[in-house]
T-cell receptor
């Protein structure tokens, strides 16, 4: 079965610019997650979708970050405007149960 | 906030040796999971242990869980150079949500 797809794999932007990341989960997975992983740390959950509804976005910096999951499949995560501290790997994961999550390869964002 | 805390932060061993990593957490859990992350890649699920289980095996992996001490350990036996990676514990609740620790960086020297 195909895994979680993410694009782009790498992105370099200047601070105050905007950036968007795309995720295509494994077919049939109702739950989709976006994580931020800063170098040397574990992934931190930003937002969790169940189908196209938001379950948890308590750690999403809503003044600059937004995410949507149209039609309960693909999802996009946007940062506008970006700050230096947003430099991180952004991981998308999907799952069909409360157990295992399947992760994509991530997008490495560098903000200069 | 991060629920799990792995120990040690870094571990370096020779090929063929065993590697043990520990994870402590703070609140009650439904399950505890271990993931591996190779440099520059996504996380790969290794093993899940439920709160009513004490030990689980999968190939060269052995996981223990002590809910009274709120701790878990991951043992990798007969390590290989390909096991070099970061290992994360993640605590799972009933809401499909995982909370990850900071990870242990394992280096297996050939």
């Amino acid at each position: 079965e195909a895994g979680v797809a993410q694009s782009p794999r790498y992105k370099i932007i200047e601070k105050r610019q905007s950036v968007a990341f795309w995720c295509n989960p494994i077919s049939g997975h109702a739950t989709l997650y976006w994580y931020q992983q800063i170098l040397g740390q574990g992934p931190k959950l930003l937002i969790q979708f169940q189908n196209n509804g938001v379950v948890d976005d308590s750690q999403l910096p809503k003044d600059r970050f937004s995410a949507e999951r149209l039609k309960g499949v693909d999802s996009t995560l946007k940062i506008q405007p970006a700050k230096l501290e947003d430099s991180a790997v952004y991981l998308c994961a999907s799952g069909y149960s409360a157990d295992t999550q399947y992760f994509g390869p991530g997008t490495r964002l560098t903000v200069l | 906030s991060q629920q799990g805390e792995e120990d040690p932060q870094a571990l370096s061993i020779q090929e063929g040796e065993n590697a043990t990593m520990n994870c402590s957490y703070k609140t009650s859990i439904n399950n505890l999971q271990w993931y591996r992350q190779n440099s520059g890649r996504g996380l790969v699920h290794l093993i899940l242990i439920r709160s009513n289980e004490r030990e689980k095996h999968s190939g060269r992996l052995r996981v223990t869980l002590d809910t009274s001490k709120k701790s878990s350990s991951l043992l990798i036996t007969a390590s290989r150079a390909a096991d070099t990676a970061s290992y994360f514990c993640a605590t799972g609740g009933s809401n499909y949500k995982l909370t990850f620790g900071k990870g242990t960086l394992l280096t297996v020297n050939p």
